[in-house]
Nanobody, 129 residues
Framework: QVQLVESGGGLAQAGGSLRLSCAAS????????MGWYRQAPGKERELVAL???????YYTDSAKGRFTISRDNVRNTLYLQMNSLKPEDTATYYC???????????????????????WGQGTQVTVSS
């Protein structure tokens, strides 16, 4: 049984920082890529950042330069450090783990869209201006 439990969300001011954590149980953590996604009210869920088992990284343009995804293979925990937060970063953030092997080269296009994923319950991030 795979479980993903996010924490670390909350309220921040524009320009501030938050660090999200995703504790993973089960055998998935060191097997396949993982990522952070977010969904703002009235919008579709969108990718934020991905990390492969070999620590290859992918960021969307909105995250590049401000967010850092990392993983601790000892603690089985995925992180998202978010700096220089903007009001448009307000969303529910979800941790996801691919159920199948996916190349980091194509993961941004297909992971969790065309391939199955485990999902956490989400953590709310609200950025005030």
């Amino acid at each position: 049984q795979v479980q993903l439990v996010e924490s670390g969300g909350g309220l921040a001011q524009a320009g501030g920082s938050l660090r999200l954590s995703c504790a993973a149980s089960g055998s998935i953590f060191n097997s396949n890529p993982m990522g952070w996604y977010r969904q703002a009210p009235g919008k579709e869920r969108e990718l934020v950042a991905l990390i492969s088992t070999g620590n290859n990284l992918y960021y969307t343009d909105s995250a590049k330069g401000r967010f850092t995804i990392s993983r601790d293979n000892v603690r089985n925990t995925l992180y998202l450090q978010m700096n220089s937060l903007k009001p448009e970063d307000t969303a529910t953030y979800y941790c996801a783990a691919s159920k199948v092997p996916v190349s980091i080269i194509t993961a941004n296009e297909i992971m969790c869209k065309l391939t199955p994923c485990y999902w956490g319950q989400g953590t709310q991030v609200t950025v005030s201006s």
